[in-house]
């Protein structure tokens, strides 16, 4: 018996070192991998599936799914035309350059998100749907439910940097799914290769609709929390699969797992016919479509958009008058403060990174070298030097944090006038990530951000 215990022994000691030899390929906190078939719903890849993940630029799928529903519903055509406001053509790369005041019709808005990843033409079509590109995320998010996407929640239209959106693989699949049930007169936009606007040709950030048989879709992403993101579909005979691969470390590594997980996935269903034989042994919630009740409710919803948009014009004159005080306005009843709202803080934090060259946000394609404790929390951008000291000194009692390096840090306008940006300084990344979201549960509006030197590939 004794020679049969030490053999246990050493069998299980090299299961363990295999083990941790292959721990590396996956040891990253960012990935997770899903991989399911589109008409039966059924799984057949998972790694970390219902862990919560930044989607980054996969957030323009739903920002397409809510297009598309516009379209369905007869809101809107193809020709239709979509006004840029000056805030949608303030947003940083990746951007078409569109020019305040202009117009831009739905189709290109499609071929542009799609391909180009757009994220000015985000922000045309969330302001053209719903007013704004806060309240057009707060819809985001309640699609999202609706669909089943139960740990998926949006603050942009584009997915740029930001600390509160968060989705995962699984949820990702399921909107992947849902855009190929819901919308197959539009899918084909998915599998564009390119796409030509102003005279420039751009391709696509997909590699796979290119280097795979049968893929024809659907969006990659990027940013420096996510990683390098993917949901494909493809097709092999009678079989559509979705894949999703989250938290790569390059474009080329996440290209190669997604095609290693496909290739996997279509192998055993060639095995084993029946896997998959049932059609809709899943069915996919019903879907919502746009009815006269939408329209109502929409409506209804005038009186506040309109109370939000009298929000930010006073938010804006006290930060465009540094010499005056947050003030108090009867037909809000509340003190405006500049770091009021998400909306508001996220709408300054783009206007002040398009002032400074865009340090603050990522594109696909870029690299960047970081500091280890060079990140930063933001609580907001505000008219004063003295108003920017006070809530900070507020935020560090509030959310204990009155042991970490503060600074009140100076940003000049182009109209002459300055913004005082309120920050906690020197954390690494997870000590800011952790901030954060501290702040974030005692009601105290941030995000992280880290002083990056860009170099484009």
Same mark, same amino acid.
């Not at 993940?53 to 369905?72: C, V």
């Not at 951007?95 to 180009?116: H, W």
């Not at 007013?131 to 740990?151: D, H, P, Y």
């Given at each position: ?14 299961? %363990? ?54 379209? /369905? ?86 997915? @740029? ?19 190929? &049930? ?7 936009? *998915? ?19 290119? %280097? ?10 990027? %940013? ?30 996440? /290209? ?18 029946? @896997? ?44 465009? &008058? ?6 108090? /306005? ?24 398009? @002032? /400074? ?28 030097? &003295?108003?920017? &000291? ?27 006038? %300055? ?27 941030? *995000? ?10």
């Amino acid at each position: 018996m004794g020679w049969v215990f030490r053999c246990v022994i050493i069998l299980g000691a090299m299961l %363990t070192l295999a083990g941790i030899s292959s721990a590396p390929a996956h040891a990253n906190s960012k990935y997770a991998a899903y991989v399911i078939h589109a008409d039966t719903g059924d799984v057949l890849f998972d790694r970390y599936s219902t862990a919560r993940r930044y989607p980054a630029s996969l957030t323009k799928m739903m920002t397409l799914y809510l297009l598309f529903e516009e379209l /369905d519903a007869g809101e809107l055509t193809l020709q239709s035309k979509l006004k840029v406001s000056a805030r949608a053509a303030g947003q940083p790369p990746s951007k078409l350059g569109l020019k305040a005041g202009s117009t831009i019709s739905v189709e290109t808005a499609i071929e542009a998100l799609v391909v180009k990843s757009a994220n000015d033409v985000a922000a045309v079509v969330a302001e053209h749907i719903s007013g704004s590109e806060w309240r057009f995320a707060k819809k985001m998010t309640a699609k999202a439910r609706a669909l089943g996407m139960s740990r998926t929640r949006f603050r942009n239209a584009s997915g @740029l940097p930001n600390s509160k959106p968060v989705t995962t693989a699984r949820d990702m699949a399921v909107l992947g799914q849902r855009v190929v &049930q819901d919308f197959p007169q539009y899918y084909h936009y *998915f599998s564009a290769k390119s796409f030509t606007w102003g005279g420039r040709t751009y391709a696509s950030h997909n590699r796979l609709v290119n %280097t795979y048989s049968g893929a024809d879709g659907i969006k990659t992403g990027y %940013t420096r929390r996510s990683g390098f993101n993917l949901v494909t579909t493809a097709v092999k005979g009678d079989n559509r699969l979705i894949g999703v691969v989250l938290g790569g470390r390059t474009s080329r590594s996440r /290209d190669r797992h997604m095609r290693d997980i496909l290739n996997k996935a279509f192998a055993s269903i060639k095995r084993k016919p029946t @896997l998959v034989a049932a059609l809709y042994r899943k069915k996919p919630a019903p879907r919502i479509k746009p009815t006269l009740l939408a329209k109502l409710e929409r409506d209804a919803n005038d009186a506040a958009a309109k109370k939000d948009q009298l929000r930010r014009e006073i938010m804006t004159a006290a930060l465009v &008058q540094p010499s005056i005080a947050p003030p108090v /306005d009867d037909r809000l009843g509340v003190l405006i403060a500049a770091a009021d709202t998400d909306d508001f803080n996220e709408f300054e934090r783009t206007r002040i990174a398009a @002032l /400074d060259g865009g340090a603050e946000f990522v594109g696909e394609g870029d690299r960047q070298y970081v500091n280890e404790f060079s990140w930063t929390v933001q609580i907001g951008a505000y008219s004063t030097k &003295q108003l920017a &000291q006070e809530e900070l000194e507020a935020a560090a009692i509030k959310g204990g944090l009155t042991n970490r390096t503060r600074a009140v840090i100076p940003a000049p306008r182009a109209d002459g006038t %300055t913004l005082y940006r309120a920050r906690f300084m020197n954390l690494s990344e997870i000590e800011a990530a952790t901030a954060c979201a501290g702040l974030d549960d005692k009601g105290v509006s941030c *995000f992280v951000a880290a002083d990056v030197e860009l170099v484009a590939q």
